[in-house]
């Protein structure tokens, strides 16, 4: 056997099914209104809009209006989905995000596209790669970044439900659909996907089919190796998570993120304090990203399954 079953033939975005999702939730709840800064082709809130145009709002190339306006929607009731690219969402309106929604826990779902550097060709200034850390940063913020397409469709009804405000990063390239039995998210549920007793890979977003694709290397070495899909950077799912230490007494980490604030870091924040065992992460090693083709740029900066089999390898040298 190889990696855990997966389809590389189906692709699509995670943007796509947050737009999908978003005109199901239109049908089935009132109280959903959308709101985008210009750039709805792009989070592809358009489909919503042209369901729903009396529960959209487009506040222009105005971010942190944007944040404000669905802190008011939420005061009046509503469930406001608010959406820009992630580095003008969680960058530019980060004040706002922490004192107008956050601090007095508004009902406000912040779902920022285009985050990490598969936005591609947009390059550096576009490619953001440090949401996870400022979204977790503020106290009682959940911070969510799903796998696929069906999990983010999932994500985008479970947060809907939940009352409080929520971060969800989708992205911009098709990738990978993961073929599943009976997965049903949970907000601070990491996802069982490997069983393998050498090496824990935890990982999010497109990295989740990269680690897919390095179990099966590894075990082609006999290396055997757990996989925790963990959707939900904050809160955290602490028990799975220790529960794999103690188990295979290495992690890696594996992030469409700086390597400093995010998925990595927040592992290494609890196994420090409930059971050291190494943590190795692949991710942005601290450098901004490039223009160029997405896949390209996951190649570029190690953001590969090869890359993650070589840290798997060793994190298992570094046990004790």
Same mark, same amino acid.
């Given at each position: 056997?190889g990696?855990?079953?997966?389809s590389?033939?189906?692709?699509k975005a995670? &943007?796509?099914?947050y737009?999908?999702?978003?005109?199901?939730l239109?049908a089935? #709840? %009132?109280?959903?209104? /959308?709101?985008? !800064?210009?750039l709805?082709?792009s989070?592809?809130?358009?489909?919503?809009?042209?369901?729903?145009?009396e529960?959209?709002?487009?506040?222009?190339?105005?971010?942190?209006?944007?944040v404000?306006?669905?802190?008011?929607?939420?005061?009046?009731?509503?469930?406001?989905?608010?959406?820009?690219?992630?580095?003008?969402?969680?960058?530019?309106?980060?004040?706002?995000v922490?004192?107008?929604?956050?601090?007095?826990?508004?009902?406000v779902?912040?779902?920022?596209?285009?985050?990490?550097?598969t936005?591609?060709?947009d390059g550096?200034?576009?490619?953001?790669?440090?949401?996870?850390?400022t979204? &977790?940063?503020?106290?009682?913020?959940?911070?969510?970044?799903?796998?696929?397409? #069906? %999990?983010t469709?999932? /994500?985008?009804? !479970?947060?809907?439900?939940?009352?409080?405000?929520?971060?969800?990063?989708v992205?911009?390239?098709a990738?990978?659909?993961?073929?599943r039995?009976?997965y049903?998210?949970?907000?601070?549920?990491?996802?069982?996907?490997?069983?393998?007793?050498?090496?824990c890979?935890?990982?999010?977003?497109?990295?989740?089919?990269?680690?897919?694709?390095a179990?099966g290397?590894?075990?082609e070495?006999?290396?055997?190796?757990?996989?925790l899909?963990?959707?939900?950077?904050?809160p955290?799912?602490?028990?799975?998570?220790?529960?794999?230490?103690?188990?295979?007494?290495?992690?890696?980490?594996?992030?469409?993120?700086?390597?400093?604030g995010?998925?990595?870091?927040?592992?290494?924040?609890?196994?420090?304090e409930?059971?050291?065992?190494?943590?190795?992460?692949?991710?942005?090693k601290?450098?901004f990203?490039?223009?160029g083709?997405?896949s390209?740029?996951?190649?570029?900066?190690?953001l590969?399954?090869k890359d993650?089999?070589?840290?798997?390898?060793?994190?298992?040298?570094?046990?004790k």
């Open positions: 056997m990696a855990p079953s997966q590389t033939a189906d692709k995670t &943007r796509d099914a737009g999908e999702a978003l005109v199901e239109g089935s #709840n %009132e109280k959903v209104v /959308v709101l985008d !800064a210009d709805s082709g989070t592809k809130t358009a489909d919503f809009k042209k369901k729903y145009p529960r959209f709002f487009n506040v222009g190339v105005a971010e942190q209006n944007l404000g306006h669905a802190a008011g929607l939420a005061l009046a009731g509503f469930t406001p989905f608010a959406s820009s690219f992630a580095m003008f969402l969680s960058g530019r309106a980060w004040e706002i922490r004192n107008s929604v956050v601090y007095p826990k508004l009902n779902k912040l779902v920022a596209s285009h985050g990490g550097i936005v591609g060709e550096a200034s576009h490619q953001c790669i440090e949401d996870f850390g979204m &977790r940063v503020i106290p009682e913020m959940t911070v969510i970044c799903p796998s696929d397409f #069906n %999990e469709k999932q /994500v985008i009804h !479970a947060i809907a439900e939940y009352n409080g405000p929520v971060y969800v990063r992205g911009r390239p990738i990978p659909l993961i073929e039995d009976n049903k998210f949970q907000i601070g549920k990491a996802e069982l996907m490997s069983e393998g007793s050498d090496v890979i935890i990982a999010c977003g497109v990295m989740v089919n990269e680690a897919m694709i179990v290397l590894l075990k070495k006999g290396i055997k190796a757990s996989l899909n963990m959707a939900t950077i904050k955290l799912d602490r028990d799975a998570i220790v529960a794999k230490a103690k188990e295979c007494g290495a992690i890696v980490t594996a992030e469409e993120h700086n390597v400093i995010g998925l990595g870091s927040a592992v290494s924040e609890l196994l420090s409930e059971f050291p065992v190494p943590v190795l992460k692949v991710g942005m601290d450098s990203g490039k223009s083709t997405w390209g740029l996951l190649d570029y900066f190690g590969r399954a993650i089999v070589v840290t798997s390898e060793q994190a298992i040298a570094k046990k």
